[in-house]
T-cell receptor, first 119, second 114 residues
Framework: AQKVTQAQTEISVVEKEDVTLDCVYETRDTTYYLFWYKQPPSGELVFLIRRNSFDEQNEISGRYSWNFQKSTSSFNFTITASQVVDSAVYFCALSEGPYSGAGSYQLTFGKGTKLSVIP | NAGVTQTPKFRVLKTGQSMTLLCAQDMNHEYMYWYRQDPGMGLRLIHYSVGEGTTAKGEVPDGYNVSRLKKQNFLLGLESAAPSQTSVYFC?????????????FGEGSRLTVL
C-alpha cells in the first residue's frame, strides 16, 4: 500500500528565510507520481507540481524548488526567501502508476505541513 | 471559468438526517472524486468515478453513497448523518489518470453534524 509521511506538522519562519518541507513516501511500484498541493487560509487546493518516478531532475519554479531522491524515497519542497503569502498548509501526495489498476486514479495525501511566515 | 463547483458550501445537519452534496465540473473530465479533510488527517478518498455510470470505493467509504448519472456531475449522499461525518468535503476531477494529469479541486463544503 502507498503511504506519504510529512513529519513536520507545523513550521514557522521569519519572512525572507528559506524553508524546506519534507516528504517521504512508500510504494512498491516502480512507476509512480508525486505531487505537491498548497492550501492557503482561504481553503482551496492549488496544484504546484507533478513529478514522475523516472524523472529525478530537480525542478525550480521561481522561489520554489523540489528535490526528488529515489534513494531515500523523498520529495522535498523548498521555498527560498519566504513571503507572508506563502503561509499555507502544504500537502505532498502520491499516485501509483498505470500498472496498479485503479491506483493511477487515486492520490494518497500526507497529513500536511502548516507553514507560517512571520513578517 | 467555473471549473469544479460544489453545493452547498456550508450545511448543518442533525444526527440521522440525510443530505446530498453536488459536484459539477465543466471541463469534460472523465474522473471525479470525493475527499474529506479532517484536522491532522490530510485528505482521504471517499469514493471516485472513472466515467459516467461508474463508481468505486476509496479509503473511507462507509456511511456514504455516490452516483454519477451524468458525466459532469458527481453526487455524494449521506443517508443517516453522524457526528463523525463532520468534515470539509472536497470534490475533484481529472481529465485522465494521474500519470498525465492533475486533480482540480472544488472550493470545499463544510458539513457539521450535531
Amino acid at each position: 500500500a502507498q503511504k506519504v509521511t510529512q513529519a513536520q506538522t507545523e513550521i514557522s519562519v521569519v519572512e525572507k528565510e528559506d524553508v524546506t518541507l519534507d516528504c517521504v513516501y512508500e510504494t512498491r511500484d516502480t512507476t509512480y507520481y508525486l505531487f505537491w498541493y498548497k492550501q492557503p487560509p482561504s481553503g482551496e487546493l492549488v496544484f504546484l507540481i507533478r513529478r514522475n518516478s523516472f524523472d529525478e531532475q530537480n525542478e525550480i519554479s521561481g522561489r520554489y524548488s523540489w528535490n526528488f531522491q529515489k534513494s531515500t524515497s523523498s520529495f522535498n519542497f523548498t521555498i527560498t526567501a519566504s513571503q507572508v503569502v506563502d503561509s499555507a498548509v502544504y500537502f505532498c501526495a502520491l499516485s501509483e502508476g498505470p500498472y496498479s489498476g485503479a491506483g493511477s486514479y487515486q492520490l494518497t495525501f500526507g497529513k500536511g505541513t502548516k507553514l507560517s511566515v512571520i513578517p | 471559468n467555473a471549473g469544479v463547483t460544489q453545493t452547498p458550501k456550508f450545511r448543518v445537519l442533525k444526527t440521522g438526517q440525510s443530505m446530498t452534496l453536488l459536484c459539477a465540473q465543466d471541463m469534460n473530465h472523465e474522473y471525479m472524486y470525493w475527499y474529506r479533510q479532517d484536522p491532522g488527517m490530510g485528505l482521504r478518498l471517499i469514493h471516485y468515478s472513472v466515467g459516467e455510470g461508474t463508481t468505486a470505493k476509496g479509503e473511507v467509504p462507509d456511511g456514504y453513497n455516490v452516483s454519477r448519472l451524468k458525466k459532469q456531475n458527481f453526487l455524494l449522499g449521506l443517508e443517516s448523518a453522524a457526528p463523525s461525518q463532520t468534515s470539509v468535503y472536497f470534490c475533484a476531477s481529472s481529465y485522465s489518470g494521474l500519470a498525465t494529469g492533475e486533480l482540480f479541486f472544488g472550493e470545499g463544503s463544510r458539513l457539521t453534524v450535531l
